[in-house]
């Protein structure tokens, strides 16, 4: 594990469709976001849980933005 836990987890993601025959990208990523929301559910008071919901999806599409190069942005990786 390194001390990047972005990092750690797209190698891990990464490993996995490299081993799967025909890899379910869109399960994969149901799978994932299934992992936030329990996160969510498991580490943030019940008051908070819908605004950290919301941070959350607010912030994959502005990566999903700025990664695909749609807009300009300052993302560290």
Known sequence: MSDCLHCDINEIVQKH???TENPDVA????RIAESLADTILTFVPEEDQAN???HSVAHLGEMFL???GAVEGDTTH
Do not use: N, P, S
């Open 52 to 54: 950290v919901l919301a």
């Open 66 to 68: 700025q990664k695909g």
């Open 17 to 19: 469709i490299e081993k």
């Open 27 to 30: 399960d994969l990523a149901a």
